[in-house]
Structure formats: structure tokens, C-alpha cells
Nanobody, 119 residues
Framework: QVQLVESGGGLVQAGGSLTLSCAAAGNILSINDMGWYRQVPGKSRELVARFVSGGNTNYADSVKGRFTISRTSAKNMMYLQMNSLKPEDTAVYYC?????????????WGQGTQVTVSS
């Protein structure tokens, strides 16, 4: 089993910063990719930032230059540094690990952490 726990969300004024953390426990030896997503009520969950093969990163256009994804060498901790926050960044943020387990790809999600940016 794999458990993901996010932390670091909260209320911040526009222009401020937050750092989200994701702690992973369990069988995370075979990671396909890992990243952060966010969701607002009534909308689909959307990609924020992600590590893909070779250690490369993808960012949503809306956060490029403001957000930075990082992780520990053991890949059991992942972070999202969010700077110059905007009200439209308000959402529940989820970390995601996509793992090879039992011969197939398995998606794991944390419980989410709320980020609210006030104008």
C-alpha cells in the first residue's frame, strides 16, 4: 500500500507564498511519474506541475515562473513552492504518485490540502 499526505496549505494574500509538502510512505520503488494537481468545485482536476521520465518537469502555463516542484533524492518527499500567488490559484491541491506495482500502473492520491488566496 502507498500513503500520501499533503501539508502546508492555508490562507494567504495575493502576492504571497506557500510551500506544499507531500510525504509518501509504502512501496514507492517504481515511480512512473509524480506531481501536483489542483481542483476547484465544479471543475476537473488539473495538472499544476509534474516530474516525468528522466527527471524533467512539466508545468501548467498558468503557474510557469511562479511555482517550483522539487523532491528529495529518495523521492519520498515532494514539494511545491508557490510564489506570487493569485486568487485564481485558490483550490484544493493534491499530490499524485503514478507507480508500477504488480505489473501495472497504479495512481495514488493524497487527501488534498486547501490553498486560499485572498485579493
Amino acid at each position: 500500500q502507498v500513503q500520501l499526505v499533503e501539508s502546508g496549505g492555508g490562507l494567504v494574500q495575493a502576492g504571497g507564498s506557500l510551500t506544499l509538502s507531500c510525504a509518501a510512505a509504502g512501496n514507492i520503488l517504481s515511480i512512473n511519474d509524480m506531481g501536483w494537481y489542483r481542483q476547484v468545485p465544479g471543475k476537473s482536476r488539473e495538472l499544476v506541475a509534474r516530474f516525468v521520465s528522466g527527471g524533467n518537469t512539466n508545468y501548467a502555463d498558468s503557474v510557469k515562473g511562479r511555482f517550483t516542484i522539487s523532491r528529495t533524492s529518495a523521492k519520498n518527499m515532494m514539494y511545491l513552492q508557490m510564489n506570487s500567488l493569485k486568487p485564481e490559484d485558490t483550490a484544493v491541491y493534491y499530490c499524485n504518485y503514478d507507480l508500477w506495482i504488480g505489473g501495472g500502473l497504479n495512481d495514488y492520491w493524497g487527501q488534498g490540502t486547501q490553498v486560499t488566496v485572498s485579493s
